[in-house]
Each structure stands twice: as C-alpha cells, then as structure tokens.
T-cell receptor, first 117, second 119 residues
C-alpha cells in the first residue's frame, strides 16, 4: 500500500526554467515531509523538509509547498540547472516523540528530473 | 557536517560467503538505519537502532544480521545470501526524535551506499 505517491516518473525541463515535482500522500497523520535527491549508484542526499505547521519552506533555489487539506506537496526548483538532473524522492513521516514510529520514512517511487541546456 | 560513510563501496560475494558492511557517522546521531534499495525503487527500511539498541526489524531474513558496536558505528553482517539480495544497501543516521529540536523534525542523512552483488 503506497502511502506516498509520485505520479510522474519523469520530468524534463529546460535550463533556467522552473521544475515542479509533485507528491501526494494518503495518511493524514504524517507531520513531516522531506525531499531527497539521488544520483545513480549513490545514496539519497537530503534537500529540504517541511513540517505540517508550515505551508512553505525555502532554501536557495528550492522551495517546498505543503497543502495539508489536499494532502499534496510540491518541490519547486528555480532556476533549474543541468546539475539538478537526478531522481527526486518525496518522503513522509509521522515521527512522534516516542513510540514505534521511530525511523519510519515512507518514500514515493521517485521522479527522474532531466534538465537540458 | 552531515556525512555518513559506508564501506566497501562495492561488494561481490558468493552464496556461501560471510561478509560485513560498515557504516560510520560522527555527527553525534543516536538513531541509525539500514535500508535496501533495488533499481528504480525507493529505499526499503530494514533495521533501526536507537541508542545502540535494535528498535525496529522489518521482518528481515536472518541471513542479514545488524550490529551496533557503539554510537558511531553500524554493521550489517551477511551470510548465505541469495542472488535476489543483490541491491544497494544504504545506511542512514538521524539525531533522534527524543533529542531533535522540535521532537518531530528528525532528518535522516544517508551514506553513499554499498553496491552488493550476490553470485
């Protein structure tokens, strides 16, 4: 049962333009969301996160938006650069301060972003 | 510094071999994780250690045996693996929700992975 979904397996964007990667989730108890970037044969690199008390978080060229009512988040990359070409994973967590939910990150299947010159 | 290191980078082993994967972090994190990732799939959680104690085992076969000798090190001992166990094995660490600033924002940082091939 896929609780986090990335419905677009791939996205192609021209350099300098905006890349928008989307993610939907089904579990309303999730309260922390992360985006990871992954190059082939490497581990995922943490990009940016957002907690459920916010609807937007920015870090340089990366902005994550959270719409809790729609159970939807998106990652905006502006401007896109060829080095951004990678697989982007959305992940969600309902980490609580204590309990068996420790460590449970629920990943989407990823979106392959290609930025062309 | 958010570095998690893993050795070896690549490992080829036969089904009768015994080998170990190693993971190290020096960020003072108290939660450490093993994941398995197959091509074009998201990472799958295998084990979680919290304060050097195993807190989650996601029904992983006993041919995978984790060990956390101290707060900086995490090992994964491999024995009698099958070809279908070939994958990228990822280690991650996080501060720990009990010590994270807000209690919920506990970010996991991943190592580069070990590419395992079982012949």
């Amino acid at each position: 049962d896929q609780q986090v979904k990335q419905n677009s397996p791939s996205l192609s964007v021209q350099e300098g333009r905006i890349s928008i990667l989307n993610c939907d989730y089904t579990n309303s108890m999730f309260d922390y969301f992360l985006w990871y970037k992954k190059y082939p044969a490497e581990g995922p690199t943490f990009l940016i996160s957002i907690s459920s008390i916010k609807d937007k978080n920015e870090d340089g060229r990366f902005t994550v938006f959270l719409n809790k009512s729609a159970k939807h988040l998106s990652l905006h990359i502006v401007p896109s650069q060829p080095g951004d070409s990678a697989v982007y994973f959305c992940a969600a967590s309902y980490l609580l301060i204590r309990g068996s939910t420790l460590g449970r990150l629920y990943f989407g299947r990823g979106t392959q972003l290609t930025v062309w010159p | 510094d958010t570095e998690v290191t893993q050795t070896p980078k690549h490992l080829v082993m036969g089904m009768t071999n015994k080998k170990s994967l190693k993971c190290e972090q020096h960020m003072g994190h108290r939660a450490m994780y093993w994941y398995k990732q197959k091509a074009k799939k998201p990472p799958e959680l295998m084990f979680v250690y919290s304060y050097e104690k195993l807190s989650i085992n996601e029904s992983v076969p006993s041919r995978f045996s984790p060990e956390c000798p101290n707060s900086s090190l995490l090992n994964l001992h491999l024995h009698a693996l099958q070809p279908e166990d070939s994958a990228l094995y990822l280690c991650a660490s996080s501060q720990h929700p009990f010590t994270a600033t807000s209690g919920t924002e506990d970010t996991q940082y991943f190592g580069p992975g070990t590419r395992l091939t079982v012949l």
